[in-house]
């Protein structure tokens, strides 16, 4: 296990910069998810952080020590890729061993260190089998197994589960997230799906074009989030973002209030609209609906919400759950 510190990072390839003064710090056994769009940075800030991308600017700690010259196999680290570069032509043993047959270990301690992994990944079974006879989750273990053996500092996580059907995925997310609880080994992990972030991160870092928005707790990014970008990106369906009168009278240049705390009703004090459809999932039921002053808004209510498209409502933010922001974009 290992502290992570990320001191003002920067990365460019020629004159496009990529990464603009990155500061991140991550406590011994933490796991920190870097999210944001497609193009954003986050997996070329977690290729430098392994030494497979040289960095222009800045320093990159672990464990205490600089490790911006060193080689990825000696800064101690474990990655596991989206594609889980496995090798076909190996059975699943063989794979997971790879990396300790190349340094020159022993094959008692090979062997007994691949038994422990696959017992902690349900592999035992399928130690003898090639990656082509097992299922994507399988193939998914090997990888993490594959990291797991050589005990690293820091494990690395690229997008790992984004091949993975939606079923598998929050099987897999769950999985990995109890795996680290269970190693304790400090993990940063990339992914664009805000949900994984939310589900599995002790902190969130949200990139935007290669540059910091925000970093926390995911219920502090969700209820207290420092701008605009975050305020959008963080959050399933995101928050309603409504400029204009509304805002004015408000005193900001932009209010937001998320699905959940739209009040729904059929008459009262509130912004009035027209649905225009409404979703009904069982458990809930997401209501779109046009506002004059403000465009179209979503809320969400209970399952068995008695709604239809054409219906007149009045949404009513809870109190309490208005979020200001400025001209700058900046929460107020």
Not at 76 to 81: C, K, N, P, T, Y
Not at 141 to 147: F, I, L, Q, S, T
Not at 167 to 188: C, F, H
Not at 217 to 234: H, K, S
Request: aromatic share 4%.
């Amino acid at each position: 296990m290992a502290t992570v510190e990320i001191r003002n990072l920067r990365k460019a390839y020629g004159v496009l910069e990529v990464l603009h003064d990155i500061s991140i710090d991550i406590a011994d056994g933490e796991f920190v998810a870097l999210v944001g769009p497609s193009g954003c940075g986050k997996s070329t800030l977690l290729r430098s952080i392994a030494g497979l991308e040289t960095i222009n600017g800045g320093e990159i700690h672990i464990d205490g020590r600089i490790v911006n010259d060193l080689a990825p196999k000696d800064r101690d680290i474990a990655m596991v890729f989206q594609n889980y570069a496995l090798y076909p032509h190996m059975d699943v043993a063989a794979n997971m061993g790879f990396a300790l047959k190349l340094s020159g270990r022993p094959k008692a301690e090979i062997d007994e260190r691949v038994g422990k992994a696959a017992a902690i990944l349900d592999l035992t079974r399928q130690l003898a089998r090639k990656p082509v006879a097992l299922s994507g989750g399988q193939r998914q273990r090997v990888a993490m197994g594959r990291a797991i053996v050589r005990d690293p500092k820091v494990f690395l996580f690229d997008e790992p589960l984004s091949n993975l059907d939606a079923k598998l995925r929050v099987q897999m997310r769950a999985e990995i997230r109890e795996l680290q609880q269970r190693l304790g080994t400090t993990t940063i992990y990339v992914t664009h799906d805000q949900t994984e972030a939310m589900t599995m991160a002790d902190k969130i870092a949200v990139l935007n074009a290669g540059r910091l928005e925000q970093v926390g707790a995911p219920l502090d990014l969700y209820r207290a989030p420092a701008n605009l970008f975050v305020a959008g990106f963080i959050g399933s369906p995101q928050m309603n973002l409504i400029t204009g009168s509304l805002a004015q009278k408000a005193g900001a240049d932009t209010i937001g209030v998320r699905p959940e705390h739209l009040v729904v009703s059929r008459d009262g004090d509130g912004w009035r609209g027209r649905v225009i459809s409404a979703e009904h999932l069982g458990s809930d039921t997401f209501i779109h609906v046009e506002v004059a002053e403000a465009g179209r808004l979503t809320a969400r209510t209970v399952g068995d919400m008695p709604v239809a498209a054409g219906d007149d409502v009045v949404l009513t933010p809870a109190e309490g759950h208005l979020h200001r922001f400025g001209a700058d974009g900046k929460a107020l």
